[in-house]
């Protein structure tokens, strides 16, 4: 059987040989196309930076990664972008072969007795599509290593403003140790008045299950891991704007609606709310009905209210409630009627959240509310 086949490679050896050897070539072809790809440095990104002054809005409606706006999120696209293109070409050429080999040696009519060629390897070609890959996968690995090394920081840089994440299911805190206060769902970060970038450096843990902190368009998904040593990210926004996330491990029931705000913005916006932040909360005798409802609620057991003998930290810190424009993490706007909504039942707005309804009357709630909405 062999010996038959053996007297007759010629048919086979062209018609083979010519496809391998456009497949080695197609593949050098890729190869070649690698450092067309754009390296990534800090003076590209702040002359980018420069040339859009911070008051324009660099946030997309929508989280994605493909309009990075932030130094790390440049990187995991150019990083990205270069992989899509090797293995898009990559992926024609096979496509390409495969159609071209079905429809070239397909069953011809009166061909049913002969087997078609057996073909046995010719060294150079197959020396040539070993090493080939091996290269291109090699490539790859090192431009994601020096990715990597780029964007994994352990250390603050230099002048970084530094936060604390902690995971909570199912919404944020964001504790600002430099300036001494705590908040939730809204991240603020600075921006140079004049558009130069800031960085800031994220130090990520979790009060209970993990999480995943993702805001696309400043940097990579980092999870956030109970019981364990801080995970970090460094993010450097070069445009101002409102950035939307999402918590991506999925963590239990309301897992969906557990968003992240980002809100980049200039420097000296950014110290202004800050020191509004720092204040405790306001203290409006029109609404101390309210406050003495809340105070005499399980609200304080949850809930804190710095000023106040609220002093909970299961649930988000209320001391600038209204300062925040998302309620529950991002469920609803925050407004009049979400929040009478949210006080009167939670579950309507955040379905499995964990605060319950807590059966206030309606004058209750509508004096609960006016409480709440004092504090700015
Ligand atoms: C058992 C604990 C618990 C109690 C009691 C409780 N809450 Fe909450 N509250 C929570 C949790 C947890 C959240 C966050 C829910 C989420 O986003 O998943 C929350 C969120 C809120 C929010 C939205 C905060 C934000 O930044 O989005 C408001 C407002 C609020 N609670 C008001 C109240 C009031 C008023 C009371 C008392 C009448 C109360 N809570 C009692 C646990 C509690
Ligand atoms: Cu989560």
Known sequence: MTEDLKTKPDRAASGLCTTRLAHAFLLCVAFLMLPLTPAVNADEASAIASSNAPVCD??????????PR??????????????????GVLGIIVMTLIIFSIIRYRHKEGDETTEP???????????AWTLLPTLIVFVLFM???????????ETPPEGALEVTVVGHRWWWEFDYPEYGFVTANELHIPIGDDGTPIPTFLSLESADVIHSFWVPQLAGKTDVVPNRDKN??????NMAGKYLGQCAEYCGGAHANMLITVIVEPESEFKKWVAGQQKAAVEDPAVAKGRDIFERTACINCH??????ANGTFAPDLTHFMSRSVLGAGAAPNNPTTLRQWVFDPQTIKPGCDMPAMKL???????????????K
């Open 58 to 67: 660099g946030a997309a409606p929508w989280p994605t990664m493909f309009a």
């Open 70 to 87: 932030s130094a790390p999120a440049e990187t995991i696209l150019n990083i990205t972008w270069l992989v899509i293109g090797i293995v």
């Open 143 to 153: 431009v994601s290593a020096r990715g990597i090394f780029e964007i994994q920081k």
């Open 117 to 127: 060629p057996q073909i046995y390897g010719s060294n150079p070609i197959e020396l």
């Open 361 to 375: 009357t309606n004058e209750e709630i509508d004096l609960v509310c006016q409480y709440l909405e004092t504090l």
């Open 232 to 237: 970090h990210l460094w993010l450097q926004p």
């Open 304 to 309: 804190t209210i710095r000023g106040t003998v």
